[in-house]
Structure formats: structure tokens, C-alpha cells
């Protein structure tokens, strides 16, 4: 089998594809032939900096994958040869609130990631993937899909009717328009490009803001909101847009802290003014995730890829993810 390992703090450079014995599955284990591998923020940076995440060479990269099940250990009861399946980004997390056990389970990070042929997995890091979708289209689900969903529902607690601010249109701001959409929640999108609302608006973005041409966004926001401000923000910039993002939200409202992608300084004295609630989100457990793939069947609901690269050109993934042009998810065929 092949997979791709970082091996050094090179950076992309250091990402080389190499050849390795195909696993056997022990007990309660399952050998995955991967399909698709989505990329994230997340993936890019382990990459380009290892360092100071603590990365053990080689490492393979990549949280999200979408395959096929093609052998199974003893005791597993979960899955079967044949089952198309998604791994879960905590390997651990199956329930309730995260623990520091749980954070040490992360795929492509602690552990080898999905950019690779073939994954052995324990059979609880799988869920079943949705049949409504492609290998590709399934392969976006693990962290940009199920990080939305969390911040929606779990800690926005969103409902029809609710506003809701998205910042960019990555893989996460557009999973959550889509979820908005979903349950008839009115999404307020920005981005840097009119072409990129423009696409934002098809997918039913109730109001858009160019913040290239609007600095002080946060003002378009309150007009588009009669002056009250949305009730959740899905927050993927960090630090240099939090206080924009506190400003944009409503007294009482929540706000969902997803990226740190951003410096800059962080007021508290605005969240207690305002009584926000302000949640980290690290992408979500296994049972989120499979109520999230419930949803997604009933509601035919399709993650938008930008682009689709083949498995010997997966570099050119990461230096589109560098280049941050895309639009939605960008995902490596295996």
C-alpha cells in the first residue's frame, strides 16, 4: 500500500509519498481501503509547521477519509466487508463531553490520518457513511461537517427563524449554510469576493457582506438584523474577527469558536456585557455524527467540493489550501 507522510518540517516539501505492508486487523479492528480524503485548515498546518504540534515522523496526514470496508478482526460486530464507512476524527470520542484521552485519539495528527490506501481503524472510530453520497462527497463530513453541525445545533441550539453569521466560505461556513438552509435559518455569509457571494447567495444565503469593501462589517450586520444582532456566529478567523464577531452577535446570543487562524487581542468585558456564550468547538463526538448523517439523507443534503485531485497529485491540494481560493471543501481521490 501507499500513503503520503510528512518527514520532516519542510513543509509541503516534506510531504512524501511512500510505500508500506498492508495491515492486518487485530481484534475489534477494521482495514479500511480508503476512497476520498478531504482536506482541512487543520491538515495544511501540520504539514507546513510539525513542530510545535508535537508530530512524530513519519506521520500520515489528513482527519478525513471515506472508503470501504474490506477485512475485519475478531469481535467486531459493527461492520462488515462491503460497509462504506467514514472515519471519525476522534478515534475515542464517542459520547458526551471531550476528554484529554479523547483529544489524544485525533486522526492525522496523534495518530496516522487518511491520506493513504488503506487505514486500520477500530471498529467505534467508523460511522456508516450516508448512501446519498459519493466517497468524495462523504469523504468532507468527519471534521468540516460535523464541526458546523456542533456550533448549529449543539451550542447554537438554532432553530427555523434563527440568524446566523458565517465568516469565509471554507468547508465549514459552507456546511453551515447548507445546514441553515436545511431547518429555514437565515445565514448572513462574508468573504473577499463578490464571485464567492455570488455562489454563497445560490446556495441560499439570506445576506452577504464583502468585508474587502466593507471593514466594518460588523455594522452590515446589525442593519441586515434590524440593530439586534444574530443569535449564533459561527467563528472560523480567531482572535483578529472575534471582536467584530462579538459585536455582530445579539445580547444573549452564542458564539461558536472554531478557528484561531487570526492574532489579535481578545476583550472579554464585550461577552459579559452582552451575556454571550462563547463555546470551543473541536469538531464534535460519534453520535453527532451520526445524527448529522441522518439529517443529511432526509434532507438530500450535498457538500459542495471544489475540486477533486487524484492521489498522485495530492501536494497540489495542500498548495490550493495555502492559496485559499476554493470554495467549499477540496478533496484528494485515493
Known sequence: MRNYEIVNDKGIAGLVLNQCNLPEPGA????????????????LMTVLDPVPRGIVYPRVPNSDGAGDVVAVGEGVNRFKVG??????????????PITAIDMASAL????????????????????AMPNTLSFEEASTLPCAALTAWNSLFEVGKIKAGSTVLLLGTGGVSIMALQFCNMIGARAIITSSSDEKL????????????????????????LYLTSGEGVD???EVGGAGTLEKSIASTKVGGSIGLIGVLTGGQINPTAIMRKSIKLQGIYVGNRNMFEDMNKAIV????????????DFENAKDAFLEMQNAGHFG???VRV
Open 28 to 43: 475489534e479492528q477494521v482495514l479500511m481501503r480508503v476512497k476520498a480524503s478531504s482536506i482541512n485548515y487543520r491538515d
Open 83 to 96: 460497509d462504506r464507512v467514514c472515519g471519525t476524527f476522534f478515534q475515542t470520542w464517542v459520547d458526551g
Open 108 to 127: 492525522g495528527g496523534a495518530a496516522d490520518g487518511m491520506l493513504s490506501e488503506y487505514r486500520l481503524m477500530d471498529q467505534n472510530g467508523l460511522v
Open 198 to 221: 455570488k455562489r454563497a447567495k445560490s446556495l441560499g444565503a439570506w445576506g452577504t457582506i464583502n468585508y474587502a469593501s466593507v471593514a466594518d462589517w460588523e455594522t452590515k450586520v
Open 232 to 234: 449564533h456566529t459561527v
Open 298 to 309: 432526509k434532507y438530500s443534503i450535498k457538500p459542495v467540493i471544489d475540486r477533486v485531485y
Open 329 to 331: 471543501k477540496l478533496v
